[in-house]
């Protein structure tokens, strides 16, 4: 998984939650769910259960594979234990290897080697370790005073590690083991804040066995104990710390010299001889990434004033720490002293100390989870929590998601490092100044809350009147005359000849030509030709041999430079699928047809019969284009029962975009006008969606206008494929859903009743399925929702019966419905077949689960890479077009069509998601949950799929953007600044934006300087 992917999918909620902590403190659940033992087995249940599927992820393949190595090295049966023999790389302390030897017997005892489950098997002491640190953190919280809280706040506060996005990425996904240098500092921390330093000693002693880094921590402890306490104990402890730690290195250090324990930890640290390794501190915000010593000052290199300055603060932590335990403190007192020692220990190791890695940033955090009682130390885990993700993401995302090196030095590690130094200055102030961080805080907020919403005005709704049919007649002609224009041929070729093996055409004219350009107008099938010419008595070929494989497709080839002749002959070479060639013709010089008297060839005039089509240079008016070589053609199949060449998507897009080909034609314009008609009833519906939000006519023409001047919308139109249906189909299931749901008149669960409203939901989104599998996220958006229903129903009267209707209504409705829609949509996929079964029959039903098992593993098995393919993150950004189609570079005027979208509707309508989740948009709080989880579940489930993706994934969201744009822009008070002007100003700039690319985007030829203008964003490639 990308750290983009696990950031969305792992990030969000985790801030959802934080920023929900104060709601969370007063909840009162159903009695069962309060129960102290159920209550905790769920919220482990709930960390296990996001974790899970990380596991199996390759995770940092560098840390991964040496873990391996060394779980295998340790359980050699020959050699066991003997890791740190010379020549061997093994630069971890024992304590590790234990838990790695066990790993590589149980690996070896299972024969996992080569095994997906041994890198599960690597992670699973750091699940173990989180999971055993977020029940200390519990216990630790239960426990203090305060305020009143209700049982779910130590369960939130320890949340704060157990559902912490950070903690995930480092132990599940990545793959490494500070968790349990969390653990044992934890443990050590709940003794020592009991004075019980005996145990503390031993805990740490085995911290410092498991990672050298713990020595900082160890080094605290020890000028605290020796500030606040007698010579004697703290030579005591410290003896204690050495004997725990000598246990745990005597079984290696048999057979090693003395001194090899020492070793051991000085050549680690010299391993990485630099100041920061990846780690973005102060010493990577002064450029000093990747630096061995960039210089000295008074006579000390770099790294050793780093070493200076890191231990200078570690000094004073300890002593302040030591003086200020001597007083009589409670045990929650004590607490937080050493959590707030331990947590500053944490940031000014990593921040000050030389040869920093970027993981070692993630002991910040568990360190401040000992403090997080505080208000002010909630937000730094917070912040802290970005800031880890920023830093060890950064780093994960080169390392592993482009297989290269991360860059020593880049404007993003400079902004990473500067991030952390500030909170790093937080951080100081949340320990010893927390009442000026508070004030500073109370600013923030009070500007945060004093800021007006954007949206304040509602719209009154209006009575319907027929003035309200205006937008639809006006905006739906409209979007049907620009979609319908320049596109396509209606007079492409359509008789021809099929050909089902090899075949010679020889063409004779009644006086010499001399040919310069050769059209081949294709229908089905491929094969291979090449035209020939006549030079006494033999034949020369004068032109390439061309494989001719598209579907509908236009072939020109420019001929060699020949003698004119009177007879040419067109050899089919080779027929690999029985092939449709509708028209061939010849051109001279001037691309005027050159029009045979005679064909001798079993009559094949059939391929010269329509000189009217022959014209040159037409770019995507005469083809298919990228994915209508697939739909457009399996529409073909549909509608003449031959053999269906695509089957990677549910038939219902092909078969409706086959009822344009047989109302208008197999011809360009033919098979792409059911896609124009598609998104001239998406304006539509997007206007029937204004009006249901607001009743307004504003709204209406907004709403309206922003999807006429969407380029998605027009573009994915103006080409034969599926998408133009499936958004169609899913915008009418979510407003059938909001009809049935989100008025006001009536509760929300009411919406369970079977209605006309709910049976239309699941007819639509039945649809949508059978257009394409990905309408599947919509659908399971709409089982979380039914899911919610049903526990919501526990504070109802009667719940079980209530929630028994619900179930069989949702069940009709949104189950049966749909399935008998899906269904149905394989009627013509069924008669495509050889034996073409009925569609009631078991051979039919037969044939259809073949067909879902073929799709699946088609697209689980997917590996296939595009130059235009992006990431999912780029989408709301723009900033990767796709190019369906551009023209010949040696034209004189160049032709492109780019899939992009509207700057103005996506960049304002991501502005608008983002306003409307900060509360900042005034919006019902039904509609605000409707739109929020349409967009969600149509946008979020990309995340975390690894196939190639492109910006056209996107398209669905959009008219959710376009709604929620739209709707705003309405609602803006006209008595605000500007506010008379803003909706209409910005409707009109969209319109702008839309003829400014026109040409782009549809395919019209335009000069090439033109298009090289409207290179706004590197991105942005036009041509």
Same mark, same amino acid.
């Given at each position: ?39 905790i ?5 709930l ?25 295998l090295?340790?359980?050699?049966? &020959? /050699?066991? !234990?003997? =890791?740190?023999?010379?020549?061997? @790389? ?7 290897? #234990? %838990?790695l $030897? ?30 055993a ?65 005996? &145990? /503390?000693? !031993?805990? =740490?002693?085995?911290?410092?066995? @498991?990672?050298?880094q713990?020595?900082?921590?160890? #080094? %605290?402890? $020890? ?15 410290a ?61 000390l ?21 030591? !003086? ?61 929590s ?6 060890m ?20 590690l ?29 600013? !923030? ?54 050909f ?15 040919p310069?350009r ?43 430079n ?81 053999d ?11 078969w ?18 059911a ?6 009833l ?28 969407e ?45 006309p ?10 649809a ?28 109802q ?81 723009i ?48 509609d ?33 953007l ?16 500007w ?15 839309f ?29």
């Open positions: 998984m990308s750290p983009q992917a696990f950031i969305l999918l792992y990030g969000l909620p985790f801030l959802a939650l934080f920023f929900a902590r104060d709601r969370l403190h007063n909840v009162n659940g159903p009695s069962w769910l309060t129960r102290d033992g159920t209550l087995l769920a919220w482990l249940g960390g296990l259960l996001i974790r899970l599927p990380l596991l199996w992820d390759g995770g940092f393949h560098y840390d991964i594979g040496t873990y391996k190595a060394w779980a090295k340790l359980s050699d049966p &020959a /050699a066991p !234990l003997k =890791i740190y023999e010379d020549g061997y @790389f093994a630069d971890y302390p024992p304590l590790y290897m #234990y %838990v $030897g066990a790993i590589g017997a149980l690996v070896r005892f299972f024969g996992l080697e080569s095994s997906g489950h041994f890198v599960a098997l690597i992670k699973t002491p750091a699940l173990l370790a989180d999971t640190v977020a029940l200390l953190l519990l216990r630790a919280t239960r426990g203090i005073p305060g305020e009143d809280r209700a049982r779910i706040a130590p369960l939130f506060l320890a949340s704060l590690y157990w559902l912490n996005p950070a903690i995930i990425f480092d132990s599940a996904l990545w793959g490494q083991t500070e968790p349990i240098l969390a653990l044992l500092l934890i443990a050590s921390w709940m003794h020592w804040r009991v004075q019980r330093l005996w &145990a /503390a000693s !031993l805990l =740490i002693g085995l911290a410092v066995a @498991f990672k050298p713990a020595l900082f921590f160890a #080094y %605290v402890f $020890g000028i605290s104990v020796l500030v606040s306490q007698p010579l004697r104990s703290t030579l005591t402890q003896a204690l710390g050495l004997i725990s730690f000598a246990v745990v290195v005597a079984p290696f250090a048999l057979n090693q010299e003395p001194d090899w324990i020492l070793k051991l930890y000085f050549s680690t640290a010299e391993t990485y001889d630099y100041l920061t390794v990846n780690a973005y501190n102060l010493w990577a915000l002064l450029g000093w990434n990747w630096a061995r010593d960039p210089g000295s000052f008074l006579g290199a770099a790294q050793t004033w780093a070493m200076l300055i890191a231990g200078g603060l570690m000094t004073a932590i300890g002593v302040r720490t030591g !003086l200020a335990g001597r007083q009589s403190l409670s045990i929650s007192q004590r607490g937080e002293l050493y959590g707030w020692a331990w947590a500053m220990t944490a940031i000014a190791f990593f921040m000050f100390a030389p040869r920093m890695h970027e993981r070692y940033i993630l002991n910040i955090i568990p360190m401040l989870a000992l403090v997080v009682s505080r208000r002010e130390a909630q937000w730094m885990v917070l912040l802290w970005i800031g880890v993700l920023a830093n993401g950064f780093v994960y995302h080169h390392y592993v998601t482009l297989d290269s090196i991360a860059p020593k030095d880049a404007g993003l400079r902004f990473i490092s500067a991030y952390n130094l500030v909170i790093t200055v937080f951080s100081l102030m949340a320990w010893r100044a927390p009442q000026q961080l508070e004030r500073l805080g109370n600013w !923030l907020r009070t500007l945060y809350r004093t800021t007006p919403p954007v949206a304040q005005q509602p719209l009154q709704r209006e009575a319907f009147r027929p003035a309200h049919l205006m937008p639809y007649a006006v905006l739906g002609s409209a979007a049907l005359l620009v979609g319908s224009f320049a596109l396509g041929n209606k007079n492409y070729p359509v008789s021809g000849s099929l089902e093996q090899a075949e010679k055409i020889t063409l004779r004219f009644e006086t010499p030509v001399s310069k050769l059209m081949v107008f294709i229908g089905e099938g491929q094969g291979k030709a090449v035209l020939e010419q006549k030079f006494r008595d033999d034949w020369i070929k004068i032109s390439a041999e061309e494989e001719l494989k598209t579907f509908y497709d236009l072939y020109e080839l420019k001929l060699k020949a003698p004119p002749a009177r007879v040419f002959r067109f050899n089919i070479t080779r027929v690999s699928r029985p092939l449709r060639i509708n028209e061939i013709a010849l051109l001279d010089a001037d691309n005027q047809p050159l029009v045979p008297q005679a064909v001798q060839a079993n009559q094949r005039m059939a391929l010269i019969d329509e000189p009217a089509t022959w014209i040159p240079d037409q770019g995507y008016l005469n083809s298919t284009e990228f994915d209508e070589i697939y739909h457009a053609r399996t529409a073909y199949e549909y509608l003449h029962r031959l269906i060449y695509e089957t990677t998507h549910p038939p219902l897009g092909k409706l975009i086959s009822w344009g080909i047989d109302h208008f034609g197999m011809t360009p314009w033919g098979m792409r006008m896609g124009v008609i598609a998104t001239s998406t304006v539509l519906a997007l206007i029937w969606g204004a009006w249901l939000l607001t009743g307004s006519s504003r709204a209406m023409w907004i709403t309206g206008l922003l999807g006429l001047f380029f998605s919308r027009f573009s994915l139109g103006r080409y034969a494929t599926i998408d133009d249906f499936l958004i169609l189909f899913l915008l009418l299931a979510a407003l059938c859903l909001w009809r049935a749901f989100c008025q006001p008149q009536r509760h929300w669960l009411d919406g369970w009743k079977l209605s409203s709910l049976l239309f939901a699941g007819l639509f989104l039945g949508a399925i059978a257009t394409k599998w990905s309408a599947l996220y919509f659908g399971f958006g709409v089982f979380v929702f039914f899911a919610i229903s049903l526990l919501a129903t526990l504070r009267a009667y719940p079980w019966q209530r929630g028994a209707r619900m179930t069989m209504a949702a069940g009709l409705a949104l189950g049966l419905v749909p399935l008998a829609v899906y269904y149905t949509s394989y009627i013509p996929f069924l008669r495509c077949l050889s034996q073409a079964p009925d569609w009631l029959s078991l051979e039919g039903a037969r044939q259809v689960w073949k067909s879902q098992v073929d799709m699946y593993d088609y697209h689980a098995k997917l590996k296939s890479t595009h130059a235009f393919q992006s990431a999912f993150f780029t989408w709301p950004l900033l990767k077009p796709l190019w369906l189609y551009v023209s010949d570079a040696q034209a004189p005027l160049r032709s492109s069509i780019t899939l992009m979208g509207n700057p103005l509707v996506w960049w304002g309508g991501l502005a608008g998601v983002i306003a409307l989740f900060g509360r900042h948009l005034q919006w019902p709080i039904r605000r949950i409707w739109l929020l989880g349409s967009i969600t579940a149509l946008y979020l489930p990309w995340a975390g799929i690894a196939r190639a993706s492109f910006i056209y994934h996107y398209y669905p969201v959009v008219p959710f376009i709604l929620l744009l739209g709707v705003t822009l309405a609602r803006y008070p006209a008595d605000a600044r506010g008379r002007y803003l909706p209409w100003a910005s409707v009109a700039l969209a319109g702008t934006l003829v400014v690319f026109f040409p782009a985007i549809s395919g019209l030829h335009w000069p090439a300087w033109y298009f090289k203008y409207l290179h706004w964003l590197p991105g942005w490639w036009m041509l």
